[in-house]
């Protein structure tokens, strides 16, 4: 039987009893879930009716924890759970590839000009252009951090309380709610090695439904590279609200390839390199700088030396043979 | 000064060339071997023995002695054999006659009379002595008086006769007077039967000095009694290595007066040297001031490579290191100058000593000193010979052969070792010891001597000498034979100890001990099946060879005809192994000379059971190559693409079945699981068409892997099929795909592209100071793992494959160095890299050996290694080209230092392996910016090394070698057991099939009764991405990183240990917790019984074992079968 407080800090101690496995039939275990009020430094609007849960267990999924929540207040009360890692501003994150799409030159300057690109209709837009180009998950289920947090959001506010009541009811009826039980049949898919087999199945997708992401892909990088191009001419025209103009790299034409740049300053820095290889021992001071130089090393050595013995003077044993 | 400017510049330019040879030598050497000088400083400091405190009481001990036996009254000549037995009624005193005992009928008379001269010798009075040695003597020598003794007892053992009375008379002296202060023993003077000496170890003075000053018990000597012959009393000219001295054979036959009996007569010379050599080496200590310390570094050197004085230690000890640098010191060129300069430092001296041995073996070619050329190559025959003119003496009358060889051998070794630049110098010369024979020796046989004949020499060497010697001719003919190509580098004989034994009884006899050989193989001519002996032409000198092959090989010879028509004689072997092929030829050649090994239990044969734990054979490089030919078809099938948009450049293979390394042989068409395809990178001609974006690079490599696939598929339909892969990325900046190339004909290849542009692009956002730091820290470790898998493994994957083909034994000793990681559960923990270069390096830096030379010496080596290697503090430099530049290896280790600034506890670096190709030293180490292996991880490799290699010291040949290769389960808190059916049904999916729908289908029992209905039938199972036992131990760590550490074998290991981090215990509750907890119960204490008064603070929270038990066996769900827990507590 679980014991300890039913809160900690500002959070209700939810356990929830754990079936035996044939492979560990320990009985009577316990999972504690913490639940409290859900109270992000950023505010939002679906804050009053969302509640935050850590130390989740590690196969957690929003079915496990609808079918939870429905053991405690009834169905119809759960609307979704968000996991650690699947928050939206959250930069552990995958990136987006539409983002990253972005040729990196024209990535600073729509950053620093991008219009306000708010509107309904683009964001769907780009939810499905995101879509397309995304490549296919390889994972029927994954699995959660041992420890991680979610945030639940339920169907309103009274909800909420009602889960915190019936989380304080639960120390005192010692009616815990199961892990896993009512779960709806063929909702969740197995973990094991049914789950390892299908990740290998899932690791190698259908060649036209890959060729056709990377073709999305290759859509949208190609357009947005024209828009940095066209941004990056507009600006060299421009000046900005300060009255400056930005300077772009390139020549009238486009502006320059990165590598190339970096081409001719190599060349550069070889030919200044070239240029003082021929003039070394030229001149007495040099031969003189040189040859203290050496002698400043064998001194520094010879220092270097004497503090390693040190060091392993201090280790005993290194200097007496083995025996 | 300034008065000729044109004359100083002149100076100047001309010193151009000298300052030109000093840059070189500071990049070189010289700091190495400076470095060498203070560390050899510092070791004479450290085992500098006090004289004062350890041999406390010795020298009232010594005029104690003397006033004894002065003390003792003469007697008169009586018969020997009845003064001997009348010795032994009256005191109980055993006179310690040499073998053969005098007969009978010797007439001849012993008297006693007080010695003539009584003299301290040795390393007693030159203070020579270290704290290592095993034991530690004071050599007294008495003189015995000329009027005791004849000219003639030259002959036959007479003098050593009167030398064994007079010594029992000594002794019962010494025992009448000491009575209980000391313990009487006789003992033999370095193994030779000739001359036993008494020895008188101080009794109750130590047990006092043990009583005040308790831990020092170092007052562990004894003072040995040595009788001797007055210089210069029997004729040196008489006693030349050729005389004849024992004529009298055992039964009185003299049919032995023929043979010369060098051992003999080198003996007695020896005899009667004890004073002129102590008056050399005092010559010496004078001349030269280092010369004492030379003398100490040269014993410990010998000491470490187990040379002694004793002939079962190789008869070449610290004494006749001293005299031999003090010859060289008085005059050792042909022309009578001193070889070396008396103002030599030790260490300049100890390095000239070791190069003259490296450079002179005195086992082919007699080394004379001093004036006069006497003709000894006939003696080469008994022995090796090291002649001192001056006093008549070959100093090397005590060494076999064999241990000329050996010495010869080791001084080579440390040569190599000194004038490699770039090794550590100290610590292989002197602090390591290579004595042991299992490390130094790939073959080691037994050979018991109990079978011997008795028929003994007339010589004096003993019977397991003798008998060594035999064997050794033997085998040095069948197997270092130089016209058919030496099998074998080096053949050793050990011969058994002499142990001392009471003064009240007789010499126990040896004969009971066994031999040991030990040889070292040349693994390329060891492995040859086939020898060549002389042709057989119609010359007569041509019939005298075969002749002469024939009688040595007997029935095993055969005439053959080879290539070009000749015919010759021919020994064909049926082993395959270079082991097993020693062991046939040992067996049927000794079988053959000495008809050993008839019984079976004569002699016992080890060094085997190492490889065969792998079952390593000699098929296995085969195996290794048709994967390499495998791969060079599928490279040229690429190769071969026409409409590929860019030129290939390179395809390289990166996976150990391609460089000789993997544990298990590469096996195609396993009906077992899914192809695992072997890993490649192609890289292409350098294009300017790649998108200047890392996402959309790798999105491009997508698109180019299709195609290469379906250009693959349709070049040669039906035999190759392809499947793009999707990684297991977390980024998408990350590498998102791989192409599976499967061939029908079995071997499968798995392709990544490397991209020039994408390495610029990363170090380009490494360097970017404007982007946020975690983008940073990404790119960092992104740029790290790109250089890993596209720069640093198809060099190593090169380098490794040219190693393993010049030395045959390094692919072996990585597959059973890599097999015992496996064995401990540590190689989930390693790369595959580090395991190799670790093994390479001690291939590549055997110091003080030469490199292994088979699989078992080279694992074992590798353990000491292991064992050895302080981490911490000391990189692993591998030097693979051979030329690495000291500064180089200067900045490595300043890299490590730093490294260990700032990160003391070594959360991010620990292991430090550097190559020339890889000075950064953390490749092989650091996996996605972890340490791989942690700091616990490297400790406990640590402890098991050392562990095993006491154990291989300890066991010796009896040594289990299943031993080393069992793991502890017991050490680990939790050890999850996977169902070994389930975890094989993983290793076949089906594109077609649905691994949810199938496990349905099981359970409806209707799926596989039939196989024709079976719609698996016939199917191509996918290739893995990756292996799910491999996958599964990955999430669990992903998810319970922080809370257990997991140890996990092969990937054909079926249990994973586990160990609860002890730093994850009870804590305070806060939001982000690292692991599943459970609230402290608050008003009782808790169930773990840890109540430390904090139990009011609700807040605190301990770990929830139980629960993240649980959450293991649901996500391992049919795979896993049982989790067991230590002590089993709920």
């Not at chain 1, 420890?147 to 889960?163: C, F, I, M, N, R």
């Not at chain 2, 151009?16 to 010289?30: K, N, Q």
């Not at chain 2, 010369?291 to 050197?301: D, M, V």
């Not at chain 2, 086939?530 to 119609?538: S, Y």
């Amino acid at each position: 039987m679980p014991s300890g407080p039913a809160t900690l800090g500002d959070f209700s101690v939810l356990p929830v009893s754990i079936p035996p496995l044939p492979s560990f039939p320990n009985k009577d275990v316990f999972h504690y879930l913490y639940v409290r009020r859900n109270t992000p430094k950023i505010p939002t609007p679906n804050d009053t009716r969302s509640l935050f849960l850590t130390n989740v267990p590690a196969d957690s999924t929003e079915v496990h924890l609808r079918a939870l929540f429905a053991s405690l207040v009834g169905a119809g009360r759960f609307e979704s759970a968000v996991f650690e890692g699947e928050r939206k501003d959250a930069r552990s994150q995958s990136q987006s590839p539409i983002d990253a799409a972005t040729p990196a030159s024209a990535a600073r300057l729509l950053q620093a000009h991008s219009k306000k690109r708010k509107r309904e209709d683009e964001e769907a837009e780009r939810a499905r252009e995101e879509a397309a180009a995304r490549l296919p998950s390889t994972w029927t289920r994954p699995l959660r951090r041992s420890g991680s947090t979610a945030v639940v959001l339920l169907a309103d506010k009274k909800s909420v309380e009602q889960v915190l009541k019936a989380i304080a009811k639960v120390h005192k009826t010692r009616k815990y709610p199961t892990w896993g039980g009512n779960l709806p049949e063929g909702r969740v898919p197995p973990l094991g090695s049914v789950w390892l087999k299908a990740h290998n199945r899932l690791s190698y997708p259908d060649k036209q439904a890959l060729q056709a992401s990377v073709d999305a892909f290759s859509l949208l990088y190609a357009r947005r590279e024209q828009e940095a191009a066209e941004i990056a001419k507009r600006l060299r025209n421009e000046p900005d609200e300060d009255g400056f103009v930005t300077v772009t790299r390139g020549g009238r034409a486009a502006p320059a390839s990165r590598n190339e740049a970096e081409e001719a300053k190599r060349r550069m820095l070889e030919k200044e390199e070239k240029k003082k290889q021929e003039l070394i021992n030229f001149y007495r001071f040099q031969l003189r700088e040189r040859k203290k130089a050496e002698q400043a090393e064998l001194v520094k050595r010879f220092d270097e030396d004497r503090r390693k013995l040190e060091a392993m003077r201090e280790k005993k044993g290194k200097f007496v043979p083995e025996a | 000064m300034d008065s000729h400017p044109g004359k100083r510049r002149k100076l100047d330019h001309a010193r151009d060339g000298a300052e030109v040879t000093l840059e070189s030598g500071l990049s070189t050497g010289i700091s190495r071997s400076r470095a060498f000088v203070l560390e050899a400083e510092e070791l004479l400091a450290s085992v500098r023995l006090d004289y004062g405190i350890s041999f406390e009481g010795a020298d009232n001990l010594l005029h104690q002695i003397k006033g004894i036996v002065e003390a003792i009254k003469s007697h008169e000549p009586l018969p020997l054999l009845e003064a001997a037995s009348k010795l032994e009624k009256k005191h109980k005193i055993r006179v310690p006659f040499p073998e053969p005992r005098p007969q009978e009928s010797c007439n001849y008379k012993v008297a006693f009379a007080t010695p003539a001269q009584f003299n301290v010798v040795g390393s007693y009075v030159s203070k020579t002595m270290v704290k290592t040695q095993k034991s530690r003597a004071v050599d007294m020598v008495i003189v015995l008086p000329e009027g005791i003794l004849q000219e003639k007892d030259y002959l036959d053992l007479r003098y050593f006769y009167k030398r064994a009375y007079y010594l029992a008379v000594v002794a019962s002296a010494v025992r009448k007077e000491l009575g209980s202060d000391a313990r009487l023993s006789y003992e033999r003077l370095n193994g030779n039967p000739l001359c036993p000496v008494l020895a008188i170890q101080p009794n109750t003075s130590q047990q006092q000095e043990a009583g005040s000053s308790g831990d020092r018990g170092d007052l562990d000597y004894r003072v040995r009694i040595i009788p001797c012959a007055p210089d210069g009393f029997f004729p040196k000219s008489k006693l030349s290595l050729g005389a004849s001295l024992v004529r009298k054979g055992r039964e009185g036959h003299s049919d032995a007066s023929a043979r010369p009996t060098p051992f003999y007569n080198s003996t007695l010379v020896a005899e009667s040297c004890f004073l002129p050599y102590l008056k050399v080496l005092r010559q010496a200590e004078k001349k030269c001031a280092a010369f004492k310390a030379a003398c100490i570094l040269g014993r410990i050197w010998l000491q470490q490579r187990g040379f002694g004085g004793d002939i079962a230690q190789g008869g070449f000890g610290h004494f006749e290191w001293a005299v031999l640098l003090a010859l060289l010191l008085q005059g050792g060129e042909s022309k009578g100058h001193a070889a070396l300069s008396a103002s030599l430092s030790s260490t300049q001296l100890f390095k000239a000593l070791v190069q003259f041995l490296s450079v002179t073996n005195f086992a082919e070619k007699p080394c004379v000193f001093g004036p006069g050329k006497p003709e000894l190559e006939a003696h080469l025959e008994s022995g090796p010979v090291l002649y001192d003119s001056a006093r008549k003496l070959n100093l090397a009358f005590k060494m076999g052969p064999w241990s000329a060889a050996l010495l010869h051998q080791h001084a080579k070794w440390t040569r190599r070792l000194l004038v490699d630049s770039t090794a550590d110098h100290f610590s292989p010369t002197f602090i390591l010891r290579s004595d042991f024979a299992p490390h130094s020796f790939d073959l080691i046989a037994r050979l018991s001597c109990e079978w011997a004949s008795d028929e003994i020499d007339a010589d004096a060497w003993g019977l397991p000498w003798q008998l060594g010697s035999k064997v050794y001719k033997i085998l040095n003919k069948a197997l270092a034979d130089k016209e058919m190509g030496e099998r074998a580098r080096l053949i050793h004989v050990t011969t058994p100890a002499s142990p001392p034994w009471p003064v009240t009884e007789g010499s126990k006899d040896p004969k009971t001990l066994p031999l040991e050989i030990g040889v070292l193989f040349d693994p390329v001519n060891m492995s040859r099946t086939v020898d060549r002996g002389p042709a057989a032409g119609p010359s007569a000198q041509e019939k005298e060879e075969c002749a002469k092959f024939r009688n040595f090989w007997g029935d095993k010879a055969e005439l053959r005809r080879f290539e070009r028509d000749t015919i010759r004689e021919t020994l064909v072997w049926t082993s395959k192994t270079p082991f097993d092929l020693c062991e046939e030829i040992m067996r049927y050649i000794l079988g053959r000379h000495l008809h050993i090994g008839h019984l079976h239990n004569e002699i016992s044969i080890y060094g085997n059971k190492l490889p065969a734990m792998l079952s390593l054979g000699p098929a296995d490089s085969a195996l290794f190559n048709v994967a390499k030919k495998a791969f060079d078809a599928f490279e040229r099938d690429v190769r071969d693409l026409d409409d590929l948009p860019l030129r290939v450049r390179q395809i390289a293979p990166i996976c150990p079945e391609l460089r000789y390394a993997s544990v298990n042989l590469p096996a195609f068409l396993s009906s077992k699981s899914g192809p695992r395809p072997l890993e490649c990178i192609i890289s292409f001609e350098a294009s300017g068409k790649w998108p200047e974006s890392v996402v959309a690079i790798q999105r491009t490599k997508i698109a180019f892997l299709l195609m290469i696939g379906s250009l693959l598929e349709s070049s040669k339909p039906g035999e190759i099929k392809t499947h793009v892969g999707v990684e297991a990325a977390q980024f998408e900046t990350e590498n998102l795909a791989f192409l599976d190339v499967v061939y029908e004909s079995g071997p499968s290849f798995r392709l990544r592209i490397h991209s020039d542009l994408e390495e610029s692009l990363l170090e380009r956002e490494v360097k970017d100071k404007t982007l946020e730091q975690y983008l940073r820290q990404r790119a960092t470790t992104q740029l790290a793992t790109f250089r890993r898998l596209y720069t640093n493994l198809p060099l190593h994957n090169q380098y490794i494959s040219t190693c393993a083909t010049r030395f045959p034994a390094l692919s072996p000793t990585i597959r059973l160095v890599k097999h015992w990681f496996n064995a401990h559960k540590l190689s989930c923990h390693f790369t595959e890299e580090f395991i190799e270069l670790a093994v390479l390096h001690v291939f590549l830096a055997p110091y003080p050996w030469d490199a292994p030379s088979s699989a078992s010496t080279g694992f074992m080596r590798t353990l000491l290694f292991l064992a050895r290697w302080d981490w911490r503090s000391e990189p692993l430099i591998i030097d693979t080209g051979g030329d690495m530049p000291a500064i180089d290896r200067t900045s490595i280790a300043t890299r490590l230092e730093a490294w260990r600034k700032i990160d003391p506890n070594m959360n991010h670096t620990v292991l430090f392996v550097a190559t020339a190709q890889e000075p950064s030293g953390t490749a092989w180490t650091t996996v996605k910016g972890e340490a791989k292996p942690s700091k616990v991880v490297a400790t406990r490799m640590t402890s098991l090394a050392k562990s095993a290699s006491r154990v291989i010291r300890e066991q010796g040949l009896n040594l289990d070698s299943r031993r080393l290769f069992v793991p502890s389960l017991k050490e680990y808190d939790v050890v999850i057991h996977m169902n070994s059916k389930v975890l094989k049904s993983t290793l076949k999916t089906y594109a077609a099939v649905d691994p949810e729908a199938e496990a349905e289908g099981t359970e409806n029992a209707g799926w596989a009764k039939f196989k024709n209905l079976d719609e698996r039938t016939g199917l191509e199972p996918l290739p893995l991405a990756q292996h799910p036992a491999e996958l599964f131990l990955e999430h669990l760590t992903a998810v319970y990183g922080g809370a257990l550490v997991f140890f996990r074998g092969s990937v054909d290991d079926h249990t994973i240990g586990a160990i609860w981090n002890p730093q994850m215990q009870r804590r305070s509750f806060r939001i982000n917790l690292p692991t599943s907890y459970k609230p402290v119960a608050g008003k009782k204490p808790s169930k773990d019984g840890g109540d430390e008064g904090s139990d009011d603070e609700e807040d605190l929270v301990n770990l929830n074992k139980d629960a993240i038990l649980a959450e293991i066996a649901r996500i391992g769900g049919d795979l896993v079968d049982r989790l067991e827990v230590k002590g089993a507590e709920v």
